[in-house]
């Protein structure tokens, strides 16, 4: 999705602009610009289509300089991807940039088109520069005219704005799409993730929603919806600058997938004690409330959703009501809200549009309090739920989520613990038990690594597929259903997960040759239920792939291979089972030569409906 990048400083502002923009790059984008402004208020913009790297090189070739400067990586919503519709826009005077969606942009098309403004672009954005350039006249200063602009925008933005007249400041605005401040000495910076601003400062600042802010060197003034002066927290944040670079890995997939071991220990670290979940990890009220849960809502999207799936089945096994819903679906019906119901958003970033829709959703439909699985400190989803878990998975980069995944699955486990502790659902033994295996996870996690040889040869047999399908039963359908989309998402092959349960009613018709089909099979009580359903598809000329507990008794033969895995207990299998599938949509995808960080079409951070 769309990413943002401003300065003002002394210096010449373009190398940090272009540096911020490919700190951005993993959220996805199909074009690039920026424009800075010198004191001699002489402006210089630049527009690419494609990568960041392109707009380098044009800067390189046709150096614009100046020490306030705006950039904007494009996500198209509203017209092609164009250098005609790539940010930042102008109106005069003044330039823009701009994530989200104007949702009223046409009638303000038009009224701005009846007071003679002549649009060069099909994107919603434009429609911002003109009216703040139509404001400014009216206005003693550039924040002035923002304001008066912002109230008649409808739907999301985080837009960053300069005057050529002023060149010493960029005005800034929030609704609905991050934004966050960053303060340096004697320069401060604007972004949409704090990742763009790291190698200029660690000292930030998180708008709220409704806030406007004017940057200058030395200032950050921001000012609430209602126009009054306020103060945000100032945040030391500790990710590491170098928390965006490969280090040795070819891509950020694998680096993340080999980091699941650490991040995993991150999410655990100081929550465990010798044999329990530590409850107020999850808020100092935490104890309060999960006495008290009846029953529990969980709502996110993609990966994260397939996360809640498996949840669903560890609540419910305990005896807790659990629902898990689409956030993008919940928002748009009228769910049912059991007693003392919590509910609880899963999500790596914290700013997914229609999970945090919903999560203003559920404050006005009466669930008891609100928690956060997520892995951004301070983003909008931590900020506004009553209580937050930070996963600790450390930046994501590769939009195929992997260990943002597992470290949910960790959280999620701890969850389920503390509240079925809480509500006597759980006895000690199993606690412990549970403790005990969340303890060993990265060894685990070290062990299933080690398939990696083994999993790049079989990768070769998927590479020419164009369909595939994944099965699984009770956890684990949740587990084919991510190992599913991880293949879909980077290798291009259609990929499509089943309850194994449910082949016969449908997908039976697709199997033969050219349709590998995977399994995920634990040593559970669903075993031998699943080996007839391998049977069903061996009959029929079909190809397995089994990932399989290696006491399972499972042999390879003709149309069958079997990649045992050790002796995994049933809590933990969904952490370990998925790791193996990460493996296989990489080495299939590398072997494709698909842009495995950035898939076509798909962004990291979907902050637009
Ligand atoms: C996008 C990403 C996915 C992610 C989903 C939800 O589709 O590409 O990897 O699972 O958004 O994001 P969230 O940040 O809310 O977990």
Redesign the pocket.
Same mark, same amino acid.
């Given at each position: 999705m769309c990413g943002i990048v401003g300065a003002v400083a002394q210096r010449d502002v373009a190398p940090i602009l272009i540096e911020g923009l490919k700190r951005l790059e993993y959220r996805g984008y199909d074009s690039a610009g920026l424009a800075v402004i010198d004191r001699h208020s002489v402006l210089g913009r630049l527009r690419r289509i494609g990568k960041v790297s392109q707009l380098e090189d044009a800067l390189n070739h046709e150096p614009v300089r100046g020490g306030t400067g705006i950039a904007h990586t494009r996500w198209a919503t509203h017209g092609e991807p164009s250098e005609r519709n790539a940010h930042p826009h102008m109106s005069g005077d003044i330039t823009v940039v701009h994530n989200g969606i104007i949702e009223n942009h046409e009638e303000l098309r038009a009224e701005l088109r009846g007071k003679g403004y002549v649009f060069e672009s099909e994107t919603d954005t434009e429609v911002i520069a003109h009216l703040i350039h139509h404001e400014r006249k009216s206005s003693e200063t550039l924040l002035e005219a923002l304001q008066k602009a912002v109230t008649q925008l409808d739907g999301a933005y985080g837009t960053v704005i300069m005057d050529r007249n002023d060149p010493d400041l960029i005005v800034v605005a929030r609704s609905g799409s991050p934004l966050v401040i960053g303060q340096g000495i004697g320069e401060n910076y604007v972004g949409s993730d704090q990742l763009a601003l790291l190698p200029v400062t660690h000292r930030f600042q998180y708008l709220e929603e409704g806030d406007v802010a004017e940057i200058t060197r030395d200032k950050v003034s921001i000012f609430n919806f209602a126009g009054e002066p306020v103060e945000r927290e100032l945040i030391d944040s500790d990710l590491d600058h170098q928390a965006g670079d490969k280090g040795e890995f070819r891509h950020f997939m694998l680096k993340e997938i080999f980091e699941q071991p650490q991040a995993i220990a991150s999410t655990l670290e100081g929550r465990l004690t010798d044999s329990h979940v530590a409850v107020e990890a999850f808020g100092h009220n935490a104890r309060e409330i999960f006495e008290k849960v009846g029953a529990v809502q969980l709502i $996110?999207?993609? /990966?994260?959703y397939n996360a809640g799936m498996v949840a669903r089945n560890w609540f419910e096994d305990l005896g807790i009501p659990c629902r898990v819903e689409i956030a993008s679906e919940f928002r748009y019906r009228r769910a049912f809200v059991p007693d003392n119901c919590l509910f609880v958003t899963i @999500?790596? !970033?914290g700013e @997914?549009a229609d /999970?945090l829709a919903a999560l203003r959703l559920a404050k006005e439909q009466g669930f008891m309090n609100s928690l956060t699985i997520c892995n951004v400190p301070g983003s909008s989803m931590v900020r506004e739920s009553d209580m937050a878990f930070m996963t600790r998975a450390g930046a994501e980069i590769g939009? $195929? !989520?992997t260990k943002a995944f597992t470290t949910q699955l960790t959280a999620l486990l701890m969850l389920v613990t503390a509240i079925a502790r809480s509500r006597g659902r759980m006895t000690e033994e199993q606690e412990s038990q549970i403790v005990s295996d969340l303890r060993g996870l990265p060894h685990a996690i070290n062990e299933v690594l080690e398939l990696k040889d083994t999993i790049t040869e079989l990768s070769e047999d998927f590479a020419d597929k164009h369909h595939s399908l994944f099965l699984g039963r009770g956890t684990m359908y949740p587990i084919a259903m991510e190992g599913a989309l991880k293949l879909k998402e980077i290798s291009y092959i259609h990929a499509e997960a089943y309850a194994a349960g449910e082949l016969k009613h449908g997908p039976l018709a697709l199997i033969d040759s050219d349709m590998p089909v995977v399994v995920v099979a634990p040593n559970n009580e669903l075993l031998e239920k699943l080996k007839s359903n391998m049977e069903e598809v061996r009959a029929r000329g079909g190809q397995l792939y089994v990932f399989a507990d290696r006491h399972a008794r499972l042999v390879a033969g003709e149309g069958v291979k079997v990649i045992p895995l050790g002796e995994i207990s049933d809590q933990i299998a969904p952490i370990l089972y998925t790791i193996p599938l990460q493996l296989l949509s990489y080495d299939v995808a590398l072997i494709k030569g698909t842009d495995v960080d950035q898939p076509r079409n798909? $962004?990291? !951070?979907?902050t637009v409906e």
């Amino acid at each position: 999705m769309c990413g943002i990048v401003g300065a003002v400083a002394q210096r010449d502002v373009a190398p940090i602009l272009i540096e911020g923009l490919k700190r951005l790059e993993y959220r996805g984008y199909d074009s690039a610009g920026l424009a800075v402004i010198d004191r001699h208020s002489v402006l210089g913009r630049l527009r690419r289509i494609g990568k960041v790297s392109q707009l380098e090189d044009a800067l390189n070739h046709e150096p614009v300089r100046g020490g306030t400067g705006i950039a904007h990586t494009r996500w198209a919503t509203h017209g092609e991807p164009s250098e005609r519709n790539a940010h930042p826009h102008m109106s005069g005077d003044i330039t823009v940039v701009h994530n989200g969606i104007i949702e009223n942009h046409e009638e303000l098309r038009a009224e701005l088109r009846g007071k003679g403004y002549v649009f060069e672009s099909e994107t919603d954005t434009e429609v911002i520069a003109h009216l703040i350039h139509h404001e400014r006249k009216s206005s003693e200063t550039l924040l002035e005219a923002l304001q008066k602009a912002v109230t008649q925008l409808d739907g999301a933005y985080g837009t960053v704005i300069m005057d050529r007249n002023d060149p010493d400041l960029i005005v800034v605005a929030r609704s609905g799409s991050p934004l966050v401040i960053g303060q340096g000495i004697g320069e401060n910076y604007v972004g949409s993730d704090q990742l763009a601003l790291l190698p200029v400062t660690h000292r930030f600042q998180y708008l709220e929603e409704g806030d406007v802010a004017e940057i200058t060197r030395d200032k950050v003034s921001i000012f609430n919806f209602a126009g009054e002066p306020v103060e945000r927290e100032l945040i030391d944040s500790d990710l590491d600058h170098q928390a965006g670079d490969k280090g040795e890995f070819r891509h950020f997939m694998l680096k993340e997938i080999f980091e699941q071991p650490q991040a995993i220990a991150s999410t655990l670290e100081g929550r465990l004690t010798d044999s329990h979940v530590a409850v107020e990890a999850f808020g100092h009220n935490a104890r309060e409330i999960f006495e008290k849960v009846g029953a529990v809502q969980l709502i $996110a999207c993609g /990966t994260s959703y397939n996360a809640g799936m498996v949840a669903r089945n560890w609540f419910e096994d305990l005896g807790i009501p659990c629902r898990v819903e689409i956030a993008s679906e919940f928002r748009y019906r009228r769910a049912f809200v059991p007693d003392n119901c919590l509910f609880v958003t899963i @999500t790596q !970033s914290g700013e @997914t549009a229609d /999970t945090l829709a919903a999560l203003r959703l559920a404050k006005e439909q009466g669930f008891m309090n609100s928690l956060t699985i997520c892995n951004v400190p301070g983003s909008s989803m931590v900020r506004e739920s009553d209580m937050a878990f930070m996963t600790r998975a450390g930046a994501e980069i590769g939009v $195929a !989520s992997t260990k943002a995944f597992t470290t949910q699955l960790t959280a999620l486990l701890m969850l389920v613990t503390a509240i079925a502790r809480s509500r006597g659902r759980m006895t000690e033994e199993q606690e412990s038990q549970i403790v005990s295996d969340l303890r060993g996870l990265p060894h685990a996690i070290n062990e299933v690594l080690e398939l990696k040889d083994t999993i790049t040869e079989l990768s070769e047999d998927f590479a020419d597929k164009h369909h595939s399908l994944f099965l699984g039963r009770g956890t684990m359908y949740p587990i084919a259903m991510e190992g599913a989309l991880k293949l879909k998402e980077i290798s291009y092959i259609h990929a499509e997960a089943y309850a194994a349960g449910e082949l016969k009613h449908g997908p039976l018709a697709l199997i033969d040759s050219d349709m590998p089909v995977v399994v995920v099979a634990p040593n559970n009580e669903l075993l031998e239920k699943l080996k007839s359903n391998m049977e069903e598809v061996r009959a029929r000329g079909g190809q397995l792939y089994v990932f399989a507990d290696r006491h399972a008794r499972l042999v390879a033969g003709e149309g069958v291979k079997v990649i045992p895995l050790g002796e995994i207990s049933d809590q933990i299998a969904p952490i370990l089972y998925t790791i193996p599938l990460q493996l296989l949509s990489y080495d299939v995808a590398l072997i494709k030569g698909t842009d495995v960080d950035q898939p076509r079409n798909l $962004a990291k !951070s979907v902050t637009v409906e």
